[in-house]
C-alpha cells in the first residue's frame, strides 16, 4: 500500500505570496533535501498515511472550513511526487485548486504530477539568504517546465543578501517569461523598517527587467496563525 511521510494537515490562511490571505488546507510532507539557514520546519515529526486516509482528512477540512485552495507544501513535497500523483488522481474536484510550494529543483518529479497542479509557488534559493550553493540552473529548468501553470516565484532576503544576486535572479525570470511575478520576502527573523527600505532597493533593481515584484512578509507570523 502506497504511503507518505506527512508532518501534518491542516487548515489556516496563507500568508506567503500571492495567495496570501486565502484559506488553504496544508499537507505538510516530510523531509527535505536541502537545510536552508532560515528554515523553521520541523523535521523530526510525521505520521504515515495512506492515500484514502489523507482523502478522507484533506475533504473534512476543507468542507469544515469551505477551502478554495489544497496546498502541497513541506520539506519537499516532490520528494514524495509518486504519492501525490496518485493522491490527487482520486482526490481532486474542480471546487479546489491544487497549490505546489516546491523548492524548484525537482523538474522530473515536478512533470508526473504537473497536469494536477493548479499553481507552482517555487522558491529561489539565493545562496547569501539560504548558506546554499547557487542553484541558478535547476531553478531555471524547472521554471521552463511551468510555462503552461499559474506560477510565481518566491525569493526570501534577509541582510547578507547581494544585489548582484536580485539582478541575476531577475534576469534568468525575465529569460523565461518576464511577467512571472517575484516576490522578495524578507526573513523573518530580520524583519525592520531598515529590512524593508533595503527591500524596497531590491524591488526596483528587480523592476528593471521583470513586470510585477511585490514585497510580502509572513503574514502569518504577524498576526500570530500557524
Known sequence: ??????????????GEGLYAGTGHVFIRFFGCNIKCRYCDTNRNKFKKYSIVELIEKTKRLAEKHNAKYISLTGGEP????????????????????IYLETNGLFKAEFLKIKKQIDIVAMDFKIPSATGL??????????????KTKKVFVKAIIGSKIKTAEIKKAAKLIYGINKNIVLVLQPIDQELSPAMIKRAMLYQKIALDDLIDVRIIPQIHKLIGVD
Not at 502506497?2 to 489556516?12: H, P, Q, Y
Not at 550553493?133 to 511551468?146: M, P, S, V
Open 133 to 146: 550553493k547557487g542553484l541558478w540552473a535547476e531553478h531555471q529548468d524547472f521554471l521552463k517546465a511551468c
Open 1 to 14: 500500500m502506497l504511503t507518505a511521510k506527512i508532518s501534518e494537515v491542516f487548515f489556516s490562511i496563507q
Open 78 to 97: 516532490l520528494l514524495q511526487a509518486d504519492f501525490i500523483k496518485e493522491f490527487l488522481s482520486k482526490f481532486k474536484t474542480n471546487k479546489l485548486k
